[in-house]
Nanobody
């Protein structure tokens, strides 16, 4: 059973930084593609950043240059470093992996950026 547990969300002022963490279990972390998604109120869930098993990263345009995704293969951890945060980054952030031929999600962590 895949389990993804996020932490690190909170309230921050515009221009500030947060680091999200995701602890993964029930997967072979060495081969699992991982990513971060977010969902703002009234909007669809969108991909924020992804990282392949080999460490190749990709980002949605709105966060390029501000966010950085990384993973620790030894600890089965996924991270999202978020800098220069903007009010429009406010959302619930979800850890994701496509494993066992289906989408797997964490419970989400709230990020709120005040102006």
């Amino acid at each position: 059973q895949v389990r993804l547990v996020e932490s690190g969300g909170g309230l921050v002022q515009a221009g500030g930084s947060l680091r999200l963490s995701c602890a993964a279990s029930g997967v072979n972390f060495k081969i699992a593609p991982m990513g971060w998604y977010r969902q703002a109120p009234g909007k669809q869930r969108e991909m924020v950043a992804g990282i392949s098993a080999g460490g190749i990263t990709n980002y949605t345009d709105s966060v390029k240059g501000r966010f950085a995704v990384s993973r620790d293969w030894a600890r089965n951890m996924l991270y999202l470093q978020m800098n220069s945060l903007k009010p429009e980054d406010t959302a619930v952030y979800y850890c994701h992996t496509y494993y066992y031929a289906r989408n797997n999600w964490g419970q989400g962590t709230q990020v709120t950026v005040s102006s």
